[in-house]
């Protein structure tokens, strides 16, 4: 299969979700990975009183991923 060759962003908003935020990156990244050759996920922390950054950057972190957080 040939990947897009558009460039394409992904923006997420994080609101309290640090619970299921690592799940859906996971998916999220993994579709972008395999149909795209250029891409970046932008994640907005929308105001959290969680955790969901940290959890974010540990994401990030565990694939050597750019993030803008």
Known sequence: MSKEHNFVSAVVYLHNCAADVSAFLTMLYGQLEENFEKYEIVCVNDA??????????????????PLTL
């Open 48 to 65: 959290s009183t969680d955790d969901s950054a940290a959890v974010v950057r540990a994401f990030a972190k565990e694939r050597d991923f």
